[in-house]
């Protein structure tokens, strides 16, 4: 049932994706004096179509093949490939008759539109959801930070303030700043000590290649376990939904990331976990992921220092601005990541249609739709 409702996500945003960017080649031939004569969601080969009807000189339908969609531009060989129409004398409501940056908009209208619906989109979750602020001094038990940075002293249980200078108000201040922005100072509070960690430039990569792609979080305390991977390390070591983990390896684990720094660095090899099973206590030897993970789930999800995020409200025309600066952010972003992609870890990590539908929610989640839609 979940990946009914993933893949009912995935088919939506893409249909609105697919819908916008057929209207942006439309309204940019209409406005040039082109003739449109269909307009489809969906492909209707060989003839069939689930619906359609015509208003003016276009014909509007829905196709039985979802594989995108299409604008049949006259005078224009396109997804239609309707090469009789261009062996005909050209006319002036045709697309191969106007001027070369008229066709050029044409063509790009379909990209411009959608590049716009985005930070659209972006600004509507703002206005209607809002954001929300990191107030570090607030994080009392400290920060989840991934082992790997334990090497340059930085640890969980420390509170990274600012990065490259700037005061942090979110988690991706830190994670997309190190992966992707370029930052590599840290200023961070130990105990009431302030303490400045100069962080390689090849720390981007560094942290790609160890699988270190959240580098800060919240420090969540460590309950039963709310869900086992099927298949995975700890179900096959006989780990139950509701143990409760006391101790790996004789370290005592309080919070959750506390698990991961004592299984980080231990592929391959079989970890000693302690587990409550009621009132039992069972030792269990599990294998441990690259990852430092066995394939578990602790049922907390929440500390009182999300107490530390306070809600913020954005009128309209911040809410617009928000859109872009983020968006454009984000843009920025997208790019960056091309520099994972280049290397081998990279290259085998792309995936396609199903990658993109992990990325909506099991169950159907509005503001992770539209996000992810963004």
Wanted: glycine share 10%; proline share 2%.
């Amino acid at each position: 049932m979940n990946g009914l409702i993933m893949a009912a996500q995935l088919i939506a945003g893409l249909s609105i994706l697919v819908v916008l960017h057929e209207l942006g080649h439309f309204l940019a031939a209409r406005a040039f004096g082109i003739k449109v004569e269909k307009f489809y969601l969906f492909f209707d080969a060989w003839g069939f179509k689930l619906f359609s009807v015509k208003i003016g000189e276009t014909e509007y339908g829905i196709g039985w093949l979802p594989l995108g969609g299409y604008v049949k531009i006259a005078g224009m060989i396109d997804e239609s490939m309707d090469k009789e129409q261009m062996a005909q004398p050209a006319k002036s409501y045709e697309f191969r008759t106007k001027k070369p940056w008229q066709r050029l908009i044409i063509m790009i209208g379909g990209v411009t539109v959608n590049l716009i619906a985005g930070f659209i989109i972006y600004g509507a979750i703002a206005w209607y959801w809002g954001g929300a602020t990191l107030t570090t001094s607030k994080l009392t038990q400290g920060m989840a930070i991934h082992p790997y940075l334990a090497k340059y002293d930085v640890r969980s249980g420390d509170v990274i303030t600012k990065v490259n200078g700037e005061e942090v108000t979110s988690f991706d201040d830190i994670n997309r700043g190190l992966l992707l922005r370029n930052k590599t100072t840290l200023t961070l509070s130990r105990k009431g000590k302030i303490l400045i960690r100069k962080l390689p430039a090849t720390i981007d990569q560094e942290l790609f290649q160890h699988g270190a792609m959240s580098v800060a979080s919240f420090r969540v305390i460590s309950e039963s376990a709310g869900t086992i991977t099927p298949g995975g390390f700890a179900e096959k070591a006989g780990m139950k939904k509701g143990d409760k983990i006391i101790s790996i390896n004789g370290a005592e684990i309080k919070y959750f990331d506390d698990i991961q720094l004592s299984l980080y660095g231990k592929r391959n090899k079989k970890a000693d976990v302690l587990v409550l099973r009621g009132n039992d206590s069972i030792m269990i030897h599990s294998k441990v992921t690259p990852e430092g993970t066995i394939g578990f789930a602790s049922k907390n999800q929440f500390t009182s220092d999300t107490l530390a995020l306070s809600k913020v409200q954005y009128t309209l025309g911040e809410s617009m601005s928000k859109g872009i600066v983020g968006g454009t952010q984000l843009l920025r972003d997208y790019v960056a990541q091309f520099k994972f992609v280049f290397t081998k870890k990279g290259a085998t990590s792309v995936g396609g249609f199903t990658r993109i539908g992990d990325m909506f929610a099991p169950v159907w989640d509005w503001k992770v739709f539209w996000f992810n839609t963004a």
